[in-house]
């Protein structure tokens, strides 16, 4: 499958200041891209969709200004947690939908911690 | 609400002996199935997924999974369990589209853990 990365693999930030999180397919454009969230123990739950050359579309409950997502290009969509607190503090992921008719498959970046003190 | 249930957090069972992780879901319309596997330090993996056909589907690494639209599951299965197998599993349903952009709804997930 192909290969999507994420960076950084993990980040330490203070509260009130912003991080930057890249993601990149590698080796296939991509138009789509997907954002999770994933709790200990619990689900990963999608946090929005980032669209090359259009605005992102966020989940409902997730504030899009708290978390800026940019589709640079069609391999890459960085999300930008602003004004970071505690509660921020989590395991994000990105995916990429496979494309091609009737596959449905999502190719998953590695996901980077974020732990804000 | 549209949602995944893996009943089990976790489950262990000896290595060489059958495994099966749970999953059931409660959505409207057909949905489709896949699991997909967490190891570590790496990005999901994907398993096998239930589209249209045989509710019987056959994965990688040995793995599969049976739809059943009665009792609205897809567990999964293996005959035969490696130490290797331990992991993170997740189990997720999306619907048809015709844009192309396609949403995964997840299970909370199920930590396997195989005994040497």
């Known amino acids: 499958g192909a290969v999507v990365s994420q960076h950084p693999s993990w980040v330490i930030c203070k509260s009130g200041t912003s991080v930057k999180i890249e993601c990149r397919s590698l080796d296939f454009q991509a138009t789509t891209m997907f954002w999770y969230r994933q709790f200990p123990k619990q689900s990963l739950m999608l946090m929005a969709t980032?669209?090359?050359?259009?605005?992102?579309?966020?989940e409902q409950g997730v504030e899009k200004d708290k978390f800026l997502i940019n589709h640079a290009s069609l391999t890459l969509s960085t999300l930008t947690v602003t004004s970071a607190h505690p509660e921020d503090s989590s395991f994000y992921i990105c995916?990429?939908?496979?494309?091609?008719?009737?596959?449905?498959?999502?190719?998953f970046g590695p996901g980077t911690r974020l732990t804000v003190t | 609400a549209q949602s995944v249930a893996q009943p089990e957090d976790q489950v262990n069972v000896a290595e060489g002996n059958p495994l099966t992780v749970k999953c059931t879901y409660s959505v409207s319309g057909n949905p489709y199935l896949f699991w997909y596997v967490q190891y570590p330090n790496r990005g999901l993996q994907f398993l096998l997924k239930?589209?249209?056909?045989?509710?019987l589907v056959k994965g990688s690494y040995g793995f599969e999974a049976e739809f059943n639209k009665s009792q609205t599951s897809f567990h999964l299965k293996k005959p035969s369990a490696l130490v290797s197998d331990s992991a993170l599993y997740f189990c997720a349903v999306t619907f048809p589209s015709t844009s192309g952009t396609y949403k995964y709804i997840f299970g909370t997930g199920t930590r396997l853990k195989v005994l040497a």
């Open positions: 995916s990429v939908p496979a494309g091609g008719t009737a596959s449905y498959e999502q190719y």
């Open positions: 980032s669209n090359e050359g259009s605005k992102a579309t966020y």
């Open positions: 239930y589209i249209t056909g045989d509710n």
